[in-house]
């Protein structure tokens, strides 16, 4: 499996911005690669992902707040995140050898479902 490490969690205020970032251990662009989180007593939610040729989907609560990037050169992948809420206090985290439907830019059908995954990075607004 791909190996993934996130990184740029942590603690932000209501309304600010964090970006993470999540290093693959294969080129990025050959994989299908998404983000996730996980509250405490909540299923895991698939966030945002992006196909090898670059097109980006999103969750429906991620739409117009977060936005997903990768770094060819660097092999990373980005997950910016504006306007934060306590809501989106969570762990993060990062995936590749992703299964996902996209119909005009937002997951729809089946669940998004990745084969690697990161250990996660936590993220907390207050």
């Known amino acids: 499996h791909v190996q993934l490490v996130e990184s740029g969690g942590g603690s932000v205020q209501v309304g600010g911005s964090l970006t993470l970032s999540c290093t693959v251990s294969e080129s990025v662009e050959t994989h299908h690669v998404a983000w996730f989180r996980q509250a405490p007593g909540n299923e895991r939610e698939a966030l945002a992902s992006?196909?090898?040729?670059?097109?980006?989907c999103y969750a429906d609560s991620a739409k117009g707040r977060f936005t997903i990037s990768r770094d060819n050169a660097k092999n990373t992948l980005n997950l910016q995140m504006d306007r934060l809420k306590p809501d989106d206090t969570a762990m993060y985290y990062c995936?590749?050898?992703?299964?996902?439907?996209?119909?005009?830019?937002?997951?729809?059908?089946?669940?998004?479902?990745?084969?690697?995954w990161g250990q996660g990075t936590q993220v907390t607004v207050s």
């Open positions: 992006m196909f090898t040729e670059g097109q980006s």
């Open positions: 995936a590749a050898e992703c299964d996902f439907n996209c119909r005009g830019g937002v997951f729809f059908g089946r669940k998004p479902n990745c084969k690697s």
